[in-house]
């Protein structure tokens, strides 16, 4: 992942471009469907993220998870404990990580439209695997698969307790040239307002990749998971995840 504004220097801002509430929607569906999904299972349940970010979701998922976080960007996580002092903080690139632990659920969501190439896809299924026991149910909610993928626009912001204001416009979409395959673009405008009303704007395009659903169902059946495809309601982005557990 290159060096990205919104992860690094501009993430003092995060969560007044990006509010809790923008995530609040996906927040609630996920926690619904995974309590269902390890009800049965003794309490407390716990849960790793990889790829938490400014820890939006994982704001409602700890309403009835005990909740690990992890991310690549140590900024980023200095941000979500800003929301989540409570929960475990932990550096980790997701192609990688090994923390010799197992959890009832592993989850990651908008993070896995980073990764590269077909083999960090792969790398990340074995990551999961490495979390995961024999009970375990895993999440996946990349923003964009391959064949489902649309064009989507929003636009988020807030004003803080100190008066600043931000305001994030987020368009995902293929740039010419790259109609098939997993490519695509999320063009973001940053717009920033001082307490004194002094006004600054910064742009940037993220790239990202649109894996086919055939790739991940496949890599996570070749690490022994069977997947199954959840369509959460229009409110949700994105739409599509898929729920796995081992075979
Ligand atoms: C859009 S943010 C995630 C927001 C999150 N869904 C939330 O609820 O706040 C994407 C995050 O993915 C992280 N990321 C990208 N590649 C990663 C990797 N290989 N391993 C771990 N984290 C990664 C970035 O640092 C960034 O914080």
């Avoid at 932990?90 to 190439?117: E, N």
């Avoid at 307002?193 to 600054?200: F, I, L, P, R, Y």
């Amino acid at each position: 992942m290159d060096n990205i504004l919104l992860y690094q220097q501009l993430a003092h801002w995060y969560h007044l471009l990006i509010p809790p509430q923008a995530a609040q929607n996906e927040g609630l569906a996920y926690n619904k469907l995974l309590c269902d999904a390890v009800a049965g299972r003794p309490r407390p349940w716990s849960l790793l993220e990889l790829g938490c970010g400014g820890g939006l979701v994982a704001m409602f998922l700890k309403q009835s998870f005990v909740v690990t976080l992890t991310d690549i960007s140590p900024t980023m996580l200095d941000v979500s404990r800003q929301l989540n002092p409570d929960i475990e903080h932990l550096p980790g690139d997701m192609r990688t990580l090994r923390l010799g632990r197992v959890f009832d659920v592993v989850y990651a969501q908008d993070a896995l439209c980073y990764l590269s190439s077909a083999e960090e896809v792969r790398q990340t299924v074995a990551t999961v695997a490495a979390h995961t026991h024999r009970q375990s149910v895993v999440l996946l909610c990349p923003d964009a698969m391959a064949e489902s993928f649309a064009e989507y626009r929003t636009c988020t912001g807030a004003v803080g307790p100190d008066a600043r204001r931000g305001r994030l416009d987020e368009w995902n979409h293929r740039l010419p040239g790259y109609r098939s395959g997993p490519d695509y673009v999320c063009d973001f405008v940053y717009e920033l307002t001082q307490a004194d009303g002094t006004v600054s704007t910064f742009q940037e395009r993220h790239h990202l990749k649109a894996y086919s659903r055939e790739l991940w169902i496949g890599l996570l059946r070749e690490a022994g998971f069977h997947t199954e495809l959840i369509e959460f309601d229009r409110r949700c982005y994105p739409r599509q995840g898929l729920i796995a557990r081992r075979h």
